[in-house]
């Protein structure tokens, strides 16, 4: 857990890469587990490499996007509840990045056109840059535990680490538009009623807070 809340807090977006590939190695451990991933979420991700393409359209450069040669496409059968897996699964993803030496962004609008295969009934959510990065990124200033939950000074204290956790979670514009609600051991998750990505957002930061407050202890409702 302790490993995990570091990796979190060291992961921040980044949009410019070096031009240096990624190994085989880290390949092969990103392939396995993006089949593990999809295999657990209902998912086709599919990681796409030395692609420089999808990242030199003008909208990439609007969004000061750099040297991306590698990104993520996450892909699924169109569902109401999509949206929210293809962030939970894709931030497990970006979570094995950081911890594997990459860095990543994800980009909801300013890219091209990806060299993903998308199937029938499928759509493409969003993407993820991927590589190493010219820097390591830096935080953003975000909202406090009280913005973002029904926290208390006598809250356990694996929600205290859960939304810590999600506080870490990227979202769209760093607009943090979410809320957990603890009654008993179950835990609420909602988003905000305006902004963009809200339910890619959702399933980002229940990511963290499941890893950051344990599973075990608690059930959604």
């Known amino acids: 857990m302790n490993d995990m809340m570091e990796l979190m807090k060291a992961r921040h977006s980044v949009r410019q890469y070096l031009d240096k590939p990624i190994p085989e190695d880290i390949r092969r451990q990103l392939d396995e587990y993006t089949a593990q991933l999809n295999r657990h979420g209902n998912l086709n991700m599919q990681i796409i490499y030395d692609e420089p393409e999808c990242f030199n359209s003008r909208l990439a450069h609007y969004g000061r996007f750099e040297g991306c040669s590698n990104y993520i496409a996450v892909i699924g059968k169109k569902a109401a509840d999509l949206d929210e897996r293809a962030g939970y699964y894709g931030e497990l993803l970006v979570l094995k990045a ?22 029938e009934g499928e759509t493409e959510v969003i993407i993820i840059s991927l590589g190493y990065g010219k820097t390591q990124g830096h935080p953003h200033k975000g909202k406090s ?27 769209a514009v760093n607009q943090q538009k979410f809320r957990f ?25 229940k990511c963290h807070f499941e890893l950051g407050a ?7 409702v």
């Open 98 to 119: 950081q911890e594997l030496g990459l860095n990543t962004c994800w980009v909801a609008l300013t890219h091209g056109k990806s060299q993903a295969v998308i199937n």
């Open 181 to 205: 609600t603890l009654n008993g051991n179950t835990v609420s998750a909602k988003h905000g009623l305006m902004g963009s990505c809200l339910k890619i957002d959702l399933g980002i930061v």
């Open 145 to 171: 535990p009280s913005d973002v939950s029904n926290i208390t000074s006598t809250s356990p204290e694996w929600f205290k680490k859960g939304v810590e956790a999600a506080l870490l979670a990227p979202t």
């Open 214 to 220: 344990g599973k075990e202890n608690f059930q959604w």
